[in-house]
């Protein structure tokens, strides 16, 4: 997904489809809908109620008991069409907030259950602080166009063109007149609305960028403070910083613009109104309560109009947002996901035949790869850094869809291309190099909210030797763990990382680097299991470390995305080639 370069956002369809994410609400948006027009209604009849009061109480000759009892009943029926209207507008307020609520959560729920969905490549190409924006700012965007756009701005919409009809009913020369200033305000608000826009996608670029930024920095902060380049990174953070800064000086110098030419027209406008109307008192044929009124409805024409340019601010997030959250919603999922649940008979076996692969087109990162793995064998992958041996295991796991003319990759003696890829992940135990937890307490984190019976999990502790990091907490399986498991040490959360893949009691099971980040101490133990570990099942070790795969039935030796060499430990040092020195390199 290419930020620096968002399409024109289609407004109106990204509208129509927001409005259908509300549809569950149809009926309440419906009442809201007539509870917005009935309120500007409301509002159009009170400069009537005083136009009334003026001509036939203050004005006009009579008894002073008898209009001083029209005034008060006027009065009365002024107060109590105010309270009305407040009624009116609080419950339509009320019920698009419940409106809007309804479609943010549907639409963050949608957004959450589409990330799960979403193939590795989309991970691997949004940063993290642009996917956390998703979700937060720009579903918080979709409820402010129904809090404070649909909310007040139907209310507006109808006010406007009602208090219209009533000044055209009241007055049409004076209306008619008013009507010169129309194109240049319509002219401004579209130069707005231009402006706006372009300065809103900006800023929610440079938004999301910020939080990229912040993320990775927070997740980089060891390695910032160890190689002392705070300074650094304060500085690229300014001018980030700076770039929104500025962005958002432009948007409010152009507000200052906006508005002050707003008032000058208002104030012009009733200047025009007082002259004319003026005149026409004097000449008999308009009432001062026609005037008063008029004035009213001048009054009340600008607030409406200059509160739906400036909710238009708004509506334009709100549309930018919706944008990019339907390109998520669109992206396509992993194909694997829907396909028939039908797997075959668990044997363990892998298949890897002609395999080629490559994440950009132009740098392939594996090279007709084939080699076999036969039911219960233990078989090691190794070879130098970027030799392809953990895009091996993502393309076994279905990370990365095979095209068919790039080789095929057999589990269980069927293609992945016939695998429903939960089932698939299922019987697939993997630990990776990269150890994380969830925050919540251990249990939660061996079963991942799944339904995994307590004495499986004990079985899965004792074999991974993780029954002491367990037991030396109180509440054991229930104690909480910190962020990341930031209260256990590097070799405790590895044990447990064990322990979660074994929990699924899968017939295979694939090790990469599992044991780069154990102390010698832990990895002792972890040694000592691994007979156990590992009995009954399948497993593909990935290691830098050659002395911890000495004994493992088949060893893969990889250079530059090719299989370079195969055979145990001592056909490959007999042989003498890659795997020989790499070997010796690491004992002398």
């Not at 590097?490 to 154990?518: H, Y």
């Amino acid at each position: 997904m290419d930020e620096e370069r968002l399409e024109r956002p289609a407004a109106l369809a990204n509208l129509r489809r927001l409005l259908s994410e509300s549809l569950p609400g149809r009926g309440l948006l419906l009442a809201c809908l007539l509870g917005s027009l009935a309120s500007a209604l409301v509002k159009v009849f009170l400069p009537q109620v005083v136009r009334a009061g003026i001509d036939h109480f203050m004005v006009a000759s009579g008894a002073t008991a008898g209009r001083l009892d029209g005034l008060k009943q006027l009065a009365a029926t002024y107060a109590g069409l105010l309270l009305v209207g407040l009624v009116i507008e609080y419950s339509t307020a009320l019920g698009l907030n419940r409106v809007g609520q309804g479609v943010v959560r549907s639409m963050r729920s949608r957004i959450w259950s589409k990330f799960h969905r979403l193939p590795i490549q989309f991970f691997d190409q949004n940063a993290v602080g642009r996917l956390v924006t998703r979700v937060a700012n720009d579903t918080n965007a979709l409820a402010e166009l129904f809090t404070n756009v649909l909310a007040s701005g139907l209310a507006d919409f109808f006010l406007f063109f009602g208090i219209l009809s009533a000044m055209l009913y009241l007055e049409p020369g004076l209306t008619a007149i008013l009507f010169l200033l129309c194109p240049f305000l319509v002219a401004l608000t579209f130069w707005f609305k231009r402006v706006a826009q372009a300065l809103y996608r900006e800023l929610r670029v440079l938004l999301a960028r910020v939080n990229a930024f912040f993320g990775e920095t927070v997740q980089g902060i060891t390695i910032i403070k160890s190689l002392s380049a705070q300074q650094v990174i304060r500085e690229r953070f300014g001018l980030l910083n700076q770039e929104c800064y500025n962005n958002e000086m432009d948007i409010i110098h152009r507000q200052a613009i906006f508005r002050p030419i707003f008032a000058i027209s208002e104030i012009l406008a009733s200047a025009l109104v007082l002259i004319i109307g003026g005149r026409q008192i004097l000449a008999g044929d308009l009432t001062m309560g026609g005037l008063v009124a008029f004035l009213f409805y001048l009054r009340m024409l600008f607030s409406p109009l200059q509160e739906m340019a400036e909710k238009f601010n708004v509506f334009q997030k709100a549309v930018i947002a919706s944008e990019r959250l339907f390109r998520i919603l669109d992206s396509d999922s992993e194909p694997g996901l829907d396909r028939p649940s039908n797997p075959p008979p668990p044997t363990g076996s892998v298949r890897f035949d002609k395999v080629s692969f490559a994440y950009d087109p132009e740098k392939p990162v594996l090279h007709e790869v084939s080699f076999e793995v036969e039911a219960g064998q233990k078989v090691a992958l190794v070879g130098p850094t970027g030799s392809g041996k953990t895009t091996i295991t993502g393309l076994l796991l279905g990370f990365y869809p095979l095209a068919p003319e790039s080789g095929q990759i057999e589990v269980d003696g069927q293609s992945l291309e016939g695998w429903n890829l939960t089932d698939l992940r299922n019987r697939i135990g993997f630990v990776h190099q990269d150890l994380f937890l969830f925050s919540g307490d251990i249990r939660r984190n061996l079963t991942l909210f799944g339904d995994i019976p307590e004495q499986r999990l004990e079985q899965a502790l004792r074999v991974s030797r993780a029954e002491g990091v367990v037991h030396r907490f109180e509440k054991g399986l229930d104690h909480e763990l910190g962020e990341g498991g930031n209260d256990l040490s590097q070799g405790e959360r590895q044990l447990l990382s064990f322990a979660r893949a074994l929990a699924r009691e899968p017939g295979i099971l694939i090790l990469d680097e599992a044991t780069a980040s154990i102390d010698s101490k832990t990895e002792a133990a972890i040694n000592q299991a691994l007979e156990q570990l590992l009995e009954g099942r399948t497993a593909l070790i990935i290691a830098h470390r050659l002395a911890t795969v000495k004994n493992v039935d088949k060893i893969i030796v990889l250079q530059e995305g090719r299989v370079v060499e195969e055979g145990n430990h001592e056909q490959l040092l007999a042989a003498d080639g890659l795997y020989a020195l790499m070997f010796r390199s690491q004992t002398i």
